[in-house]
Nanobody, 118 residues
Framework: QVELVESGGGLVQPGGSLRLSCAASGSRFSNYDMGWYRHPPGKQRELVAAITSGGSTNYVDSVKGRFTISRDNAKNTVYLQMNSLKPEDTAVYYC????????????WGKGTLVTVSL
């Protein structure tokens, strides 16, 4: 089983930036697409960015041009660079390997809280 540990969240003002990291245990990381999800208060968790095993990326419209997903297979780590943050980006952020049918392959980590507020 792969263990996921997210980090890098915090409190930031609107317009600010944060870089999230997700470290994955196990040797299968490089074979999987990876994604960043977020779970805003009172809403459902959504996949906001994904990167294939080959490095192609996709983003939900609300974060396009502001967020950048990347991965380092040698470190079993996936990153999310978040710029021009907005209050509506406030959420707990998780990483996982998406199965593109609404779920993910691995057990969820604890996530990292991002709060965008004055």
């Amino acid at each position: 089983q792969v263990e996921l540990v997210e980090s890098g969240g915090g409190l930031v003002q609107p317009g600010g930036s944060l870089r999230l990291s997700c470290a994955a245990s196990g040797s299968r990381f490089s074979n999987y697409d990876m994604g960043w999800y977020r779970h805003p208060p009172g809403k459902q968790r959504e996949l906001v960015a994904a990167i294939t095993s080959g490095g192609s990326t996709n983003y939900v419209d609300s974060v396009k041009g502001r967020f950048t997903i990347s991965r380092d297979n040698a470190k079993n780590t996936v990153y999310l660079q978040m710029n021009s943050l907005k209050p509506e980006d406030t959420a707990v952020y998780y990483c996982n390997a998406p199965d593109y049918s609404g779920s993910a392959y691995w057990a969820w980590g604890k996530g990292t809280l991002v709060t965008v507020s004055l």
